[in-house]
């Protein structure tokens, strides 16, 4: 199977169930749900590695016991755990807001941070490297990987050259106005001139992708929505899965809506099982 390298962040999510929905000013019930293992890079190669694929994570983590805890997670899921940098502090916390319609609200109360980009990109060995993370000194590592593997990343950020890239995913959610009636443009801007594929998600409508010339529509089945958490980076592994094997965009998308649609019917990622089922 091809080798997958992920980029992003890995964390420890501690899950609150509501009883409303989150409004301003309001007073909410909630219950905790306990605490899981969570962060995009952690979310995309999970699922990644339960299909098969050769998967390493290239992140950060504390020296704490959470940070046990993940590489523990990674590593029990056949993860390569080797690049993830273990820092003095605690790791990444984040507090998971879900309620009673499965939508999420991410708050970050701590990040786990490398002092610049992790330079060991650029030497390790990969086929496809997929890029969950928002920070914004990882052009010049991308940009010198284009020529030996497929490069998927996520926006924003969009600034001009900050995604070198084939391919870029982005959330409707996170683009502007302007963006989001331009998404090849915003590409192209973000990648340059390697772009071949603008991919945006917009949940329960499914997702497109916008090449120089095309416009792809996969909707979304209807479901009962339990918990959207994570459906994005789920997403994002099916449509690198498929990439990684050398399908067309035209069936890449509909495998990444496919995905991300079975990711919001359960708490949490989606068990190896219901994965495999998916292939």
């Known amino acids: 199977m091809p080798r997958c390298v992920v980029v992003g962040s890995v964390a420890i999510d501690e899950v609150v169930e509501l009883r409303q929905p989150l409004r301003p000013g309001a007073h909410l019930d909630g219950r905790p749900r306990g605490r899981r293992v969570g962060g995009g890079a952690a979310n995309t190669a999970i699922p990644l590695a339960c299909a098969g694929h050769e998967v390493t994570v290239v992140s950060a983590a504390g020296t704490d016991p959470d940070g046990s805890a993940i590489l523990a997670r990674l590593s029990e899921a056949g993860i390569d755990t080797s690049q993830v940098a273990r820092l003095p502090g605690p790791s990444t916390l984040s507090l998971v807001l879900n309620d009673a319609e499965g939508e999420r609200t991410v708050v970050n109360l701590h990040r786990c941070r490398e002092d610049g980009p992790p330079r060991r990109l650029r030497t390790l060995p990969a086929d496809v490297i997929y890029v969950r993370s928002r920070e914004l000194d990882l052009g010049r ?10 490069v998927v990343a996520h926006v924003p950020p969009s600034a001009p050259g900050a995604r070198p890239a084939h391919v870029l995913v982005a959330s409707s959610a996170d683009l502007t106005v ?40 996969v909707p979304a089945r209807e479901v009962l929505a339990v918990d959207s958490t994570g459906a994005g980076d789920v997403f994002a592994a099916g449509l690198v899965h498929a990439l990684a094997l050398g399908e067309p965009m035209e069936t890449a998308l509909v495998k990444a809506v496919s995905w991300g649609t079975a990711a919001v019917e359960v708490e949490g990622l989606p068990a190896r099982d219901r994965i495999l089922a998916l292939l």
């Not at 940009?143 to 030996?148: H, V």
């Not at 071949?196 to 497109?208: I, K, Q, S």
């Not at 090449?211 to 529509?217: I, N, P, Q």
């Open 178 to 217: 302007s963006e989001r009636h331009a998404p090849w443009e915003t590409g192209r801007r973000a990648a340059g001139e390697s772009l071949r594929w603008m991919v945006v998600t917009d949940g329960p409508r499914g997702a497109e992708a916008f090449s120089a010339d095309r416009r792809l529509h």
């Open 141 to 150: 590592v991308l940009a010198g990987r284009l020529d030996t593997a497929l």
